[in-house]
């Protein structure tokens, strides 16, 4: 089954937001085995967005769209859609219901059948929308399915989860085992990994499917996409892999085999193993502390971080010492240390770590330009230390680099004090 | 000059990453009054690079394509573009040059003419990258041009600004100016605005160009694409849907005219102004001061932050009354005004504003459930107050509203401070 997927919006196509929904359509598809084949972003005007389902309807058979539902003017994907399939718009007795109780749930009041939701093309039918107002909706045609929701990724996952597998399933080939072999790897690029650290790799790989080498941050994942005709399969192929990997070079810069993200597994190892941490963060601003604090149950092993901007925020709340600012510079190992030391006293942690350093555009000196980064460790038997990194990138760049950079120490340091 | 994106990357498909692309692009081309047409994005094999170049082409003039650059297998961008053209590959001394200055600014030595990156298409021309290894390319043929760059934003981004307007300066008309004019509201959702509160303002909008609305977080973007022959004329239609915006019965919720976003906002009206600010975050985790902190120039300012996710931290570092804590509960005005308080004496700040609230999934009490979210203010002056929110989504989007409730507040603060 090949599934395509139109995103209709202006306000993607004029950089007004980001497109989050294909993350999220692709998450959501892999669970049964399924995958996007391609996709298209069209402006909201209706020759675009005819164009578009043409264009897709050609190579898949089912084309979701996104986008376009909304109860404004510039909403015309229902109508449009309608026109594509040659069929009249129509009240819908059921596409009222729906909207009835979508309103209900916000505990207000449908306005009723003079409004837009009350209507769909000819055939279609509605779909109920739990996180929002604006009902979606299917069609199916010979071998073709429709399937719409709105734009808004909450309304849009909602509506994937509460409906599309019961349209879709007579379509769906359950004999097919998918799934994405993942292994993350850091702080060797890409050319070396399959150059000078393991040449043969990328053939022994490509024995078991599609591979892929995506730089993330400060690394690699490599990717193996592997298919089969059972569960036992494939795990006897993920075996094989796992031994491909275990005996390359490459193994020693891996830090997870698997999709789970850095924050996830730094979470699951702190609350298994008990151990309490916390971020003294003067470069990074908050942005590892949010990293981790995404995650559910980080608050059992997070405890709280110092967000230190301000030099005075570095002396008053972590006790660093204003000579060791004045003698060695603000970002310096021997600030970091003192941050980190001034942060595990205060907040009475297992391990804290600390990051200083020049996230730029202005700032910096001689031997510490923008990019430098010093991150501190301290743990509470009184082992501290510190290293000094220098990374490129605008801003932005430098803290999401930054606080990877702090990310990698962190769970360097909580699989040593687990012993893993 | 239409304009197609051309996305070659299964990464993107399969949920891997989410394109940013796009959105540079954009804000990129919309200083030269251009815009995006359409975007498709393919996996990366050569059939479906070749359909998706031929569709783009059908429309637009000029495509862009990002992805596939890079030095691994699955890197077949260039080849495929070459046999879609059916131009040979041959060494080109050009591009050996470019990749060797390219790996000198890394310190690096190109390995040399054996390397991928020393080939290019017939009639191709190689483009510098001031930000990693691999060149990019383009190449003209009749009224087409084809611009093609590396897909790591970075890259991406610095290749456009280093080439795309001289390659495409003949096609551009400067006669056209263009501008996405932004009113920026808070509070009430798209549907309202239309109707209840100004249900002709649409109408007036449109007269002007093409009109959209945008649900954002907690507000809505109301855009209309200006179009005109001079800056002075666009200048003019500004002024006039300026005017009907302050007749208007939503002006009461319009926080921002322009596309400056809340965190410029607040941090050039905090630095104008010379206020100092810092956060007691406990829900978002260190969202707020990671979004703030984006911001250059936020360290005039902003002083930093404490992140109180366990009670301890509350109690100890803030100086909450752990029988505040007692009676209230840990999510209630009261603890909330406590922890503004401790941070706006223990940082000195002019003013201090704290989030005490439920993320979930687990968690919330029967006054207070999932959603829940109370913010504290405390002023030098010793004034201080409290406000409740009761808000809907997922752990991830919870933190992301109640950080914009939080810098909503923080906004209107600075407004009464500053006498805005």
Known sequence: MKIGFLII?????????????????????????????ESTTVRDDADSIKAGLKKLFTQNEVVITSGGLGPTKDDITKETIGDFFHKKM?????????AENNYKQFDRIFPGQEHGYAYLPEGFYPLSNSTGFAPGFYFKEENKILFSCPGVPREFNSMLNDHFFKITSEKIDHKIHMRHFVVR??????????GEVDPTLWEKLQ?????????????VDIGIKIKASSKEALEKQEIELRSIFASSPISKSIWH?????????????????????????????????HRITSISGSSQSFIGSVICYDERVKINQLGVNPETIQKFQVVSPETAIEMAQGLQKSLNLDFAISITGYAGPTGGTKEFPVGSVCIG??????????SIFNLKGDREVLKQRFSQAVLYALLEELEKIAGI
Do not use: W
Request: charged share 25%.
């Open 9 to 37: 919006g202006s306000e993607v196509l004029d950089g007004k937001i980001s497109d989050l929904n294909t993350k999220h359509l692709a998450d959501f598809l892999r669970q049964n085995n399924l995958e996007i084949y």
């Open 207 to 219: 024995k078991f499917g599609d591979v892929s080498s995506l730089p993330i941050l400060m690394g």
């Open 185 to 194: 790897t850091k702080n060797v690029p890409e050319e070396k990994i399959f």
């Open 377 to 386: 460790r301290a743990m509470k038997d009184g082992h501290s230390s510190a």
């Open 90 to 98: 129509l009240m819908n007795q059921e596409a009222i219901k729906i």
């Open 257 to 289: 085999i698997g999709a789970e993200s850095l924050e996830q597994k730094i979470v699951s190892i702190a609350n298994e193993k008990k151990i309490t941490f916390g971020f003294a963060e003067s470069a990074t601003g908050g942005l590892c502390s």
